[in-house]
């Protein structure tokens, strides 16, 4: 049997992690800023999350959602004060882009319209409905044809959004574009986004796939804009490491929502609801949002110390701990060498080293981590004969 490699090869075996470290084969020790593309931002084996997943699985591993089970109401009374804005409602799913398959049906049958708009660079998923709103045409045109009619406007482009009409079910937005190069969206846009929608009747999804459960420095990204949308997508963090998605909808929608509009056999299983209680209650207990928004800034402050003075950095930008660094080159060279150094992080866009660092991430990881992205853009700047 041969295992299918449909993302770049590390060549690492890794065989435990912990907190924000993890250790290969041959014992070595590595500062983990890649986090399994974002999931671990609670760190690995966070006790908390092993606690409520060991205890789970003494009782109860499997459970359709027609029957109830105590760990539930555990969950949504430790999700409540956490909840994005009067969104009091919650299907869970099992990945980011089944919660954003589930936002796109839930907006076509809640409007009765089809259209949908996206933006260019944007990310959603990979599944046909989420594949028709992510940009990249590599991803998308094999598969074509996809959900239509789909369109895309140009992010953070005020003008272009009057492209939202009586005929548009739903606007799709990440409100910092993660895969495409950590590009958080304006104050402005975001508010005039909002207004428009409201205005035609179109509802307004933010995906926080990545950018939601802290890590930006607030509970939920669109936060930082002053805005309330109508749907919200979350997963990769929220399990705290344990596979699990979800769409947040407020009561008005719900309502609207019928038996067998949606469905996964394993979505909202017992594990998954102890994985996000566990995950809830780590994020209060231990102020995770509040050291995200901190320790990014300092973060942010070491990376422009060590790298500012380098010639192929065009920018080192982010919210929280969702931090990017745009180079003029693709980041292979300097991933690469990063990895040698024991620092490993992912590549966002053509051009970006992107850290998702777990909250708990020390200054001197942040030291550790800016020094072994200096010497791998200098090795790329060496490579590319830069002078
Ligand atoms: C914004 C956003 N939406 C959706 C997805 C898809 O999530 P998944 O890979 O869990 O299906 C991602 C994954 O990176 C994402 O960043």
């Known amino acids: 049997m041969k295992f299918i490699q449909l993302y770049g090869d590390r060549g690492l075996t890794i065989v435990k992690g912990e907190g924000q470290y993890v250790w290969d084969i041959s014992g070595t020790k590595y500062l983990d800023l890649h986090t399994g593309i974002g999931v671990a931002f609670l760190g690995h084996r966070n006790r908390r999350v092993i606690e409520y997943l060991s205890r789970q699985m003494e009782n109860i ?3 359709s959602t027609s029957f109830s089970t105590p760990i539930r109401d555990e969950m949504l009374k430790e999700l409540d004060p956490l909840k994005p804005d009067k969104m009091d409602n919650i299907i869970l799913l099992n990945s980011g882009t089944e919660a954003v398959e589930a936002a796109l049906k839930t907006a076509r049958k809640i409007t009765g319209r089809k259209k949908i ?32 009619p789909v369109q895309f406007l140009t992010y953070n482009n005020i003008d272009e959004l009057k492209n939202i009409d009586e005929q548009t079910a739903a606007v799709i937005v990440e409100p910092i574009q993660g895969e495409s190069g950590v590009i958080p969206a304006n104050e402005d846009f975001m508010k005039a986004l909002r207004e428009q929608t409201q205005k035609v009747g179109a509802l307004l999804v933010v995906d926080e796939v990545q950018t939601g459960f802290g890590r930006t420095g607030k509970v939920w990204a669109y936060q930082h ?10 997963g990769k963090a929220i399990g705290g490491g344990f596979p699990v998605s979800a769409l947040f909808l407020p009561d008005w929608i719900a309502e609207k929502l019928e038996e067998g509009d949606h469905g996964s056999t394993y979505g909202g299983n017992p594990m998954a609801m102890a994985a996000v209680t566990a995950a809830s209650k780590v994020l209060k207990e231990d102020n995770v949002v509040e050291q995200a928004s901190i320790k990014g800034e300092i973060f942010k402050k070491i990376l422009r110390e060590k790298l500012s003075d380098l010639k192929s950095v065009r920018e080192i930008r982010g919210k ?12 292979a060279i300097a991933l690469k060498v990063m990895q040698d150094e024991r620092v490993l992080a ?3 866009g053509s051009t970006v080293i992107r850290f998702l660092a777990p ?5 001197s990881d942040m030291e550790e981590a800016s020094n072994a992205a200096r010497k791998g853009i200098i090795e790329t700047e060496n490579k590319r004969a830069i002078t």
């Open 117 to 148: 708009i996206a933006f260019k660079n944007s990310f959603h998923g990979r599944t046909a409905g989420s594949l028709s709103v992510t940009w990249n045409k590599r991803y998308r045109e094999p598969f074509e044809p996809l959900m239509s």
């Open 225 to 234: 804009y002053g805005i309330i949308p109508d749907l919200l997508t979350a």
């Open 61 to 63: 591993m499997t459970l």
């Open 359 to 363: 909250y708990m991430i020390t200054q």
């Open 320 to 331: 929280g701990l969702m931090i990017g660094i745009e180079i003029r080159f693709p980041p």
């Open 346 to 348: 992912l590549k966002a």
